[in-house]
């Protein structure tokens, strides 16, 4: 087992796996920017070492002051986190050269998941369900127009390196497909460095489903059932839940038995999320996979009592997976909401500050994850999300009954956040019946 590791990240996440490591007997280091020196979670680990200013690309995304500060701390490994440098090749390669282990997947692993076209190759060998499209990459009008004939409109034109909504673009017609697929080449290009695109049906209405998966070095690899995300805005997911509401059980399983192969066909290890689409008459299609931890990833530890950060580190140390596909069990439902430090009334501004009031909810069946303590300051250089308010009950009714009494315990002043939201999302009929989807919140906020 690890002896000591260092943690990449900041906030919630990096006092979620500074607790695990505490538990699992492991030493922590967490490095920190200046905007971060007073953060209380790293007075819970410890070293902690400063490695630049506030900016990100000057302290949380720079590769050569993280490596330093591992050197310098002596660890024995590097857990990233999600965001930053969670879902690089580069760093996981930089990390192996280094000897220090990267808590995650091996660098091929992840380039090979990470390319959307790839990945889709990859899933389509390993009958993962995707939407028809080209096969692989679009490298001309004529050839595009072809496909989109075959498959018919409307379709979407998306980067091989995209990912998160970033680089898409939605063609209804033969005119709109001829005068976007040149522009969408050059975008990719311009903003990721890879100019491959390809093109698929669009669905136009849809629920976001997204699989948890963990892959072990002893060619393992299990699911811990999905999580719906579909309440989101700009691609930016604000309550995520488990089981997903409605769905029939048998046809999930077989998504996600297709799910896990993909990652045992990847030799995959580590925590993984493959995302899917689901259309109204329950059909699955495969978007990508995340090769990290997911903000969202204590929905899951709820229903299957398995505690996935945990299991992150465990299987970079080489061991397998403690546990059998026969022994997950989904127990009650769970939901979490994101507080994000934003203004819900004032188009989510952010709304950085110092935190005086933080009067936080608690009793049975409620988790709060956050790095937040009164007197807080919220600093305006990264996401706005302070903490996580996830919530398990029997079943959907009695959760959401439970996040609605959490969130009126919750008082958080002066600066604004999305717990108003919240409260008035859980009154709301529509998403009491399980009637989401991933245009929902867009439609309310109109
Ligand atoms: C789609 C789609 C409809 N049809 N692909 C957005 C994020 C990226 N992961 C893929 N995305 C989408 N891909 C096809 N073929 C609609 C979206 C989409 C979306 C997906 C999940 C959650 C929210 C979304 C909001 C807008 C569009």
Not at 400 to 405: G, L, P, Q, T
Not at 407 to 427: A, W, Y
């Amino acid at each position: 087992m690890f002896r000591r590791i260092l943690i990449a990240n900041r906030g919630e996440i990096a006092l979620r796996i500074l607790r695990a490591c505490r538990e699992l007997g492991i030493e922590t280091v967490c490095v920190y920017s200046t905007a971060d020196r007073n953060a209380p979670y790293l007075r819970l680990a410890d070293r902690a070492i400063c490695i630049g200013p506030g900016p990100a690309e000057e302290s949380y995304l720079n590769i050569s002051r993280i490596i330093s500060a591992a050197e310098v701390a002596d660890v024995d490994a590097i857990h990233p986190g999600y965001g930053f440098l969670s879902e690089r090749a580069d760093f996981a390669a930089i990390c192996r050269d280094c000897k220090i282990e990267f808590i995650g997947p091996s660098p091929e692993a992840m380039a090979k998941l990470g390319d959307k076209v790839a990945c889709k190759q990859t899933a389509k060998a390993n009958k993962v369900p995707i939407f028809p499209g080209s096969e692989g990459a679009v490298d001309d009008e004529e050839e595009a127009v072809k496909i989109a004939d075959d498959i018919g409109y409307p379709v979407i034109i998306k980067a091989s390196a995209g990912g998160g909504g970033r680089g898409m673009r939605v063609c209804r017609n033969e005119a709109s497909l001829r005068s976007n697929i040149r522009a969408a080449q050059q975008e990719a290009l311009a903003a990721f460095g890879n100019g491959a695109v390809f093109i698929e049906k669009f669905l136009e209405h849809a629920r976001h489903v997204e699989v948890q998966c963990l892959g072990d070095k002893h060619g393992h690899a299990v699911y811990l059932w999905e999580r719906d995300c579909s309440m989101q805005r700009r691609h930016q997911k604000i309550i995520e839940e488990a089981p997903g509401p409605g769905i029939e059980r048998k046809k999930m399983q077989t998504v996600c038995e297709a799910a896990a192969r993909l990652i045992k066909a990847a030799e995959y290890s580590g925590a993984a999320t493959v995302e899917f689409l689901m259309d109204e008459k329950q059909n699955f299609y495969m978007l990508e996979v995340n090769t990290r931890v997911q903000v969202e990833h204590p929905v899951t530890e709820l229903i299957t009592g398995i505690d996935i950060v945990k299991m992150s580190i465990l299987v970079a140390a080489g061991l397998p997976i403690p546990f059998k596909q026969k022994d997950v069990e989904i127990r009650g439902h769970a939901m979490e909401c994101r507080i994000n430090a934003e203004d819900p009334d004032r188009n989510f501004m952010p709304s950085a500050g110092r935190i005086d009031t933080w009067e936080t909810p608690g009793g049975p069946g409620v988790r709060l994850d956050t790095h937040v303590i009164p007197g807080y300051v919220v600093p305006p250089n990264y996401d706005s999300m302070i903490g996580k308010l996830i919530v398990h009950a029997d079943d959907r009714e009695q959760c959401i009954e439970r996040m609605a009494r959490a969130l009126r315990e919750f008082r958080v002043g002066p600066i604004k956040t999305t717990i108003p939201l919240h409260s008035r999302l859980m009154e709301h009929s529509d998403f009491r019946r399980g009637g989401i989807d991933i245009h929902f919140l867009e439609r309310l906020l109109k």
